[in-house]
């Protein structure tokens, strides 16, 4: 059988089609390239330019191809619907790879007999290449696992379609401005959280930055906290005056940027 197989991410992406060309398959894979687990989804399904415009203020970018970016996120998903092939999320534990495995069962509420999945276990993976609290992705997995797992893709059933696709709703409905993976829910959360994180790992002398914001990444373990999330975080703390840069922000791998709590 044919399926459409939906991941979370390029990375991951490009892990399933390797796994798919090894065991001879010519599926296709639709790459969902979004982070759901951050800002706010309201209107992600119905008007996605509200979702295009707080990641241009996250990226610092007024880059129109953005908007675009997100146009065709929405098209690719609402292609599934009217698809004929079988799809097929896979999914591990982590907020975005759920969040997006919730998104599509929405999408695809009304054909249940065409969803199925297949889910990554903690067990499978490498312990190096666990994530902060146990997190784990799709793009983790090496392509053999993932050639393995083929034969395993199950139906997901409606009653479980049926949940998956409300959680999506309610989410959308709160519109949080983070969203976690707790066992097996989603929970909201703030911005202040991860600010919060920031300010208590600043010394009152300058440190590097590139070795400060992993140190951020490494104990966030709702989500995986990326380092354009903290970045974007650390200079919304600066406007405020709450911390100080010096460095060339825009090039800090060469200029080695620094965090202070005093102001210059």
């Given amino acids: 059988m044919r399926y459409l197989h939906v991941v979370n991410g390029d990375c991951a992406a490009q892990v399933l089609a390797r796994a798919l060309s090894v065991a001879g398959r010519d599926d296709e894979v639709v790459c969902l390239r979004d982070d759901l687990a951050i800002g706010p989804i309201d209107q992600i399904d119905d008007a996605p330019h509200a979702r295009a415009s707080f990641w241009q203020n996250v990226l610092a970018s007024d880059d129109a191809a953005l908007a675009s970016a997100f146009d065709t996120e929405v098209a690719s998903i609402q292609a599934l619907a009217r698809s004929e092939f079988e799809v097929v999320v896979w999914h591990g534990r982590s907020a975005g790879d759920q969040l997006a495995l919730r998104r599509v069962a929405f999408h695809l509420r009304s054909m249940p007999d065409r969803f199925n999945e297949v889910g990554l276990t903690l067990q499978e993976l490498d ?14 997995y090496s392509t053999d696992i993932l050639r393995a797992r083929l034969p395993t893709i199950a139906p997901v059933s409606m009653l479980r379609m049926s949940r998956l696709a409300l959680e999506w709703q309610e989410l959308k409905r709160v519109s949080s401005e983070v969203r976690h993976l707790s066992t097996h829910t989603i929970v909201g959360g703030s ?23 992993r ?4 104990a966030h373990t709702g989500f995986y906290a990326t380092d354009t999330l903290i970045d974007w975080r650390i200079r919304e703390l600066v406007s405020m005056g709450t911390v100080a840069i010096r460095g060339d922000g825009q090039t800090r791998e060469i200029c080695r940027m620094h965090i202070s709590v005093d102001s210059e």
């Fill in 127 to 140: 312990p190096s290449s666990v994530g902060p609290g146990g997190q784990t992705a799709v793009a983790l």
């Fill in 191 to 213: 911005f202040c959280d991860i600010d919060a994180q920031i300010i208590e790992r600043l010394d009152p002398v300058w440190q590097a930055l590139p070795p400060f914001v």
């Fill in 215 to 218: 140190s951020i990444m490494d």
